[in-house]
């Protein structure tokens, strides 16, 4: 029997309930019987599937190849690059023996003869494993640049967990690539930065804000790290994918050097970048409603979903010829499209079930339907609904979701427009920070300062924009000179 329909907690009411009754109700993900783990259901993971498609070809466009490198990574390899240890110690799960045994009560203990002669630490991040291995592929500059990204889980043990947002296991992709100068390093990291932009704007439909990092808020190891940052419906912001600018900090740490042009040895320059199943996460968060997932076409495991009405299996086989003739329509022009015939629920459960699924279009077609040449077209983004004449329907169904796509992001950018604000005083910053949103505001670069501000109101600093305002001014707080606004907000 099918799990029966049932309503989401409003956001209005509780917007970490709505959001957690979503992620179970629509069969995207659910706990699992390890604490802070999930398992993706075959509907999320059809979503992630197409992300996943979507970002591999992007990657491989600019000159990437994929490669896959070990689960475990011996302990001494972290504590060769001390910021990036010290970034990972609280959070790594270690692996200590390798053997278990049965005790004389029939229980499974670990057998203490078995113990590691080093200890393994399972990926929280793949950069010491990988800089290990470039000391052998790497001698000579005609070996550069090495573009390579891995598609991997990696296990990152949070105590506070939240299903896709924040799991101790998750699913990601991580690039690592190696240059023979700085200005290289550089021009990948803020690249893939952009590949991340056009992906979360493009196929997501969800507007981000380009920026750097403080340093307080750097990757561990890092020299730069660059970020999108997104506003989600509740006021809060979502780091959405960052790329890092490593500078020779892995290089110096595991003895990675090249014989350049002029035949003196030299350090790499590195570079790593990543997003995972959090932005999962955020396309949830960025475009739902009350009534369920509201997915972009272009993301969508389909994109079309057409139901039945009728009375007989005879009038269901009359409409069955006929779907079956738009569906071959709309499969050329390349739309995904499926034909729900099951006649285990009526066709008021199903509207339902594809709604708060996220379909972006619904077709209904009935007797009455096949009598007039007319079919029921309904869209999952404005709940509207009209009656179209078959003719010509693949092509408009094409133009709708088109036009879906774009009303989608419109109106995640219009929110985030509406809910951005500058302010120039820190009695009013700790006014506006309350109603949620991004704050635009002036900062004198000091941590000491960045600090008070986080400890006072919970707010983070979620980039320095690059593409912001950049007159000068005065911190807020201490009245000290300022180079440009930076963003401020609450996030998760």
């Not at 099918?2 to 709505?18: I, N, V």
């Not at 994929?66 to 001390?82: D, G, M, V």
């Not at 509201?294 to 009038?315: G, M, N």
């Amino acid at each position: 029997m099918a799990k029966e329909l049932k309503e989401l907690t409003p956001r209005s009411e509780s917007y970490s309930q709505w959001y957690q009754d979503l992620v179970i109700k629509a069969d995207l993900a659910e706990s699992s019987a390890v604490r802070g783990c999930m398992v993706i259901k075959p509907y999320g993971y059809a979503i992630w599937e197409k992300m996943q498609r979507i970002l591999d070809d992007m990657f491989k466009e600019t000159g990437h190849m994929n490669a896959y490198f070990p689960l475990f990574i011996p302990k001494s390899f972290l504590s060769r690059e001390a910021d990036h240890v010290e970034g990972f110690a609280k959070e790594c799960a270690v692996v200590t023996h390798y053997r278990l045994k049965t005790n004389p009560e029939g229980g499974v203990v670990v057998d203490p003869e078995a113990r590691l002669e080093e200890e393994l630490i399972v990926r929280p991040t793949s950069e010491t494993i990988i800089w290990n291995t470039y000391k052998n592929w790497i001698q000579s500059h005609r070996d550069l640049p090495i573009l390579v990204n891995q598609w991997a889980n990696v296990v990152r043990w949070e105590m506070r967990t939240r299903l896709f947002l924040r799991t101790a296991e998750f699913l990601w992709q991580e690039g690592h690539t190696a240059h023979a100068t700085c200005e290289e390093a550089v021009a990948e990291a803020r690249q893939m930065l952009e590949v991340y932009a056009t992906f979360a704007e493009k196929y997501m439909a969800m507007p981000v804000t380009k920026g750097v990092k403080t340093a307080s808020e750097r990757f561990a190891g890092a020299v730069d790290t660059y970020t999108i940052e997104a506003l989600m419906q509740d006021g809060k912001a979502l780091q959405s994918g960052t790329s890092h600018f490593l500078g020779q900090n892995f290089a110096k740490a595991f003895d990675v050097t090249f014989t350049n042009k002029e035949g003196e040895r030299e350090l790499v320059w590195a570079t790593s970048w990543g997003v995972s199943t959090r932005l999962m996460g955020a396309l949830i968060m960025s475009h739902s409603d009350d009534n369920g997932l509201v997915l972009p076409p272009k993301l969508a495991p389909f994109q079309v979903v057409i139901v039945p009405i009728y009375r007989s299996q005879e009038q269901l086989d009359l409409i069955s010829a006929k779907v079956k003739e738009i569906m071959a329509k709309l499969k050329a022009r390349g739309i995904s499209v499926k034909y729900d015939d099951a006649d285990n629920r009526k066709p008021g459960w199903k509207f339902a079930e594809y709604e708060l699924k996220g379909v972006p279009v619904r077709l209904a077609m009935g007797g009455r339907d096949l009598e007039n040449g007319t079919i029921e077209v309904a869209r999952r983004d404005t709940l509207t609904k009209e009656t179209m004449p078959l003719d010509g329907i693949d092509a408009h169904i094409e133009t709708l979701l088109n036009d879906i796509q774009e009303n989608i992001f419109k109106k995640a950018f219009d929110y985030r427009e509406a809910h951005t604000v500058t302010v120039d005083t820190y009695d009013e910053f700790k006014e506006k920070i309350e109603e949620g949103g991004f704050i635009l505001a002036h900062w004198d670069g000091t941590a000491e300062t960045e600090a008070l501000i986080k400890n006072e109101t919970k707010a983070t600093i979620r980039c320095i924009p690059l593409n912001g305002d950049q007159t000068p001014g005065v911190c807020m707080v201490t009245g000290k000179p300022s180079r440009q606004r930076v963003l401020f907000a609450r996030a998760y």
